[in-house]
């Protein structure tokens, strides 16, 4: 967790990994302080925009990750809550229904057949 040093008005002026002379306060990452502070200082903007566009290639991850978990007798699907369930089944009946459709498409003229 970070440390924080705070300016006379009890703002958050510096974030630092351990603690210092200057940095004695613990705070969570997710405290309110830290991230009026890096909205402040531009800091969260492009971390927000970086972690928000990974959010696509992770929920993917974690699609696979649980298919590999059920294809190894890990975890059963009846052991996943049913709105979990359903949305990954949801999203493998697009993914094949996506696949069926680009089959459609050759690959020499790029043309429907």
Do not use: C, W
């Not at 294809?71 to 996506?98: F, G, M, Q, V």
Request: charged fraction near 35%; aromatic fraction near 4%.
């Amino acid at each position: 967790m970070p440390f924080v040093s705070r300016d006379d008005d009890g703002n958050v002026i510096a974030i630092f990994d351990r603690a210092n002379e200057r940095a004695e306060q613990e705070l969570s990452s997710d405290h309110p302080d830290i991230l009026d502070f890096l909205d402040r200082t531009g800091g969260s903007s492009e971390v927000q925009v970086n972690l928000s566009s990974s959010d696509p290639d992770m929920g993917r991850v974690l699609e696979d990750l649980i298919q590999v978990l059920i294809d190894k007798r890990l975890i059963a699907k009846n052991d996943l809550p049913s709105p979990a369930l359903d949305k990954i089944s949801y999203r493998k009946r697009l993914r094949t229904e996506l696949l069926r459709l680009s089959q459609l498409v050759s690959d020499d003229e790029d043309k429907i057949i």
